[in-house]
């Protein structure tokens, strides 16, 4: 598959907590996941950018069990997770958020860092709601956790809130909450600023960069160029489906085949 002019990821790192090998999918004569192969060393912020359609977030999809490759595998942590059900993966240390938060309707924002990414050990956690007095030590556990991961978030005063009242920036931080539940070893995250102001654009930079340092890992997809610059190391260039090239943001910044794809758009 690979030709000249195809660079591809750097496939030699130390410590690798996901990989893929040869990812594909086709939606009908489209290609939009061609043969990807990539590496995310742990500790990293490592980015992932390329122009409207270049498959970044079919490549999220793949990754979480969301979409069926056609080909290919993903481990996480040297595991072969490829066969694995989205929550299963998350079990196995692998979280992804949505550009648009799901499943939050009808729920107040309590409720839903408690469902969680996905289900977790504790499946008991809807007798909080039902169940009434019988709270086990375990769900108490998990009352506090989500009182912290809010305070974390700066948005514990949101914690009684319906999750339909929410601001658009709102609902990103608690999605973002939601998905430190489980303790991930990676979180894969699509387009964390989209659409937020820059104010709270900088608190999430902020967050990532403290979790960062404390040695979380992260998959960042971001079309504001400036955010991911800033914030991720190394940077995974798609394009048409293909990893372009991989690098520092200098690196990236200044490789013609970067600014081409980005140049060229949809044209023939
Ligand atoms: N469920 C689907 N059915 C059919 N085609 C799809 C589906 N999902 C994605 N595609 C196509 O696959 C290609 C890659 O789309 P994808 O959403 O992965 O791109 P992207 O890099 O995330 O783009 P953007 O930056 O605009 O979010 C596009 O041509 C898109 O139309
Ligand atoms: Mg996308």
Redesign the pocket.
């Known amino acids: 598959m690979n030709d000249d002019a195809y660079e591809g990821a750097r496939l030699d790192k130390d410590d690798v907590v996901l990989k893929t090998t040869g990812l594909e999918k086709a939606?009908?004569g489209?290609v939009?996941?061609d043969d990807v192969s990539i590496e995310v060393e742990r500790g990293t912020i490592t980015g992932m950018i390329?122009?409207?359609?270049?498959?970044?977030?079919?490549?999220?999809?793949l990754i979480s069990g969301f979409?069926e490759n056609d080909a290919g595998h993903v481990t996480v942590n040297g595991e072969d997770v490829t066969d694995l059900e989205p929550h299963e993966r998350a079990r196995k240390g692998l979280v992804r958020t949505f550009?648009t938060p799901r499943r939050l309707e009808g729920m107040s924002v309590r409720e839903a860092m408690l469902v969680g990414p996905g289900p977790q050990k504790g499946e008991s956690i809807f007798s909080l709601f039902f169940a009434g007095s019988d709270v086990t030590e375990e769900e108490r556990a998990n009352i506090e956790q989500t009182r912290e991961l809010l305070e974390r978030f700066e948005i514990g005063h949101l914690i009684d809130q319906p999750s339909t009242d929410l601001s658009g920036g709102q609902m990103k931080l608690v999605e973002l909450a939601r998905a430190f539940t489980t303790n991930p070893d990676i979180l894969l995250l699509?387009?964390p600023v989209a659409g937020v102001n820059p104010t709270l654009a900088n608190d999430i930079k902020r967050f990532i960069r403290e979790l960062n340092e404390e040695g979380q890992t992260f998959l960042i997809?971001e079309?504001d160029m400036p955010f991911i610059m800033d914030l991720a190391d190394p940077i995974i260039v798609?394009d048409q489906?293909k990893v372009l090239m991989e690098g520092s943001p200098d690196e990236v910044r200044s490789d013609d085949r970067v600014i081409e794809a980005y140049l060229g758009g949809a044209g023939p």
């Open positions: 939606f009908g489209l939009a996941t390329g122009p409207n359609g270049a498959g970044k977030s079919t490549l999220f999809n979409y550009q699509d387009e997809i079309h798609l489906g």
